[in-house]
């Protein structure tokens, strides 16, 4: 571990102040047991970055997470790299009674109460493909897996006031249209939840 003059010790060598910049060589391990039934926000871990200015460039990140894979690297069958990784485990049984809370292995949270929105792609999460190599058919830029135990309620789940369901834009290519005469809707069917009623959409298997 390497500190500038920024940074110290305090409280015998438990507590580092960092007013620089800390590099760490290695892992970082840290455990937070709570015993209260009411912790209030209790975080093993916070970062925060903080601005008060006119931002017209640059990046500004409260935590980043990433994995390099080197010039010449295989990446193999049953490996799994994780840029940042949430998880919520079970050490026995349990009972999961959230109500209105969530139970979830990442979370984005958007507050933007005061803010006056102009422009930009604003969103809670945001996915973003830099780019895909040689086959981009085996990229998705959305991907969920449940495979395993008893079925789960829903691929997708949504609560909210929107406008749209899907706002979706092509790219200038072939996932979608506004012209063109679907075939007989009798290929198939999506099965939706709307409003709590079971609801079907019929597929096509061609389109002109």
């Known amino acids: 571990m390497s500190a500038n003059t920024k940074n110290y010790q305090k409280q015998g060598g ?22 209260s039934a009411t912790p209030g926000t209790v975080r093993a871990a916070y970062n925060k970055a903080v601005t008060g200015v006119a931002l017209t460039s640059g990046n500004l990140v409260g935590q980043r997470g990433e994995v390099q894979i080197s010039t010449g690297a295989t990446v193999g069958n049953g490996v799994f790299l994780y840029g940042n990784q949430g998880k ?21 949270s958007l507050d933007l109460t005061n803010s006056t929105n102009t422009s930009g792609h604003i969103a809670g999460v945001i996915s973003t493909i830099q780019g895909v190599g040689s086959d981009g058919t085996l990229v998705d830029l959305f991907y969920g897996e449940s495979a395993t135990g008893t079925p789960v309620n829903s691929m997708f789940k949504a609560f909210g006031k929107a406008t749209y369901v899907m706002d979706i834009a092509t790219n200038t290519h072939t996932q979608a249209a506004v012209a063109g005469t679907a075939g007989a809707l009798t290929s198939g ?7 709590g009623v079971v609801r079907y959409i019929p597929l096509a298997a061609s389109v002109s």
């Not at 438990?14 to 015993?35: D, K, P, S, Y």
């Not at 050490?91 to 979370?107: D, K, M, P, R």
């Not at 069917?189 to 409003?195: G, I, S």
Request: aromatic content about 4%.
């Open 189 to 195: 069917w999506l099965k939706v939840l709307v409003e």
């Open 14 to 35: 438990r507590e580092w102040v960092v007013g620089g910049l800390l590099t760490v060589t290695g892992t970082i391990a840290q455990t937070l047991t709570n015993a």
């Open 88 to 108: 919520i485990t079970l050490a026995g049984a349990a009972t999961i009674n959230s109500g209105s809370g969530h139970v979830c292995g990442v979370l984005g």
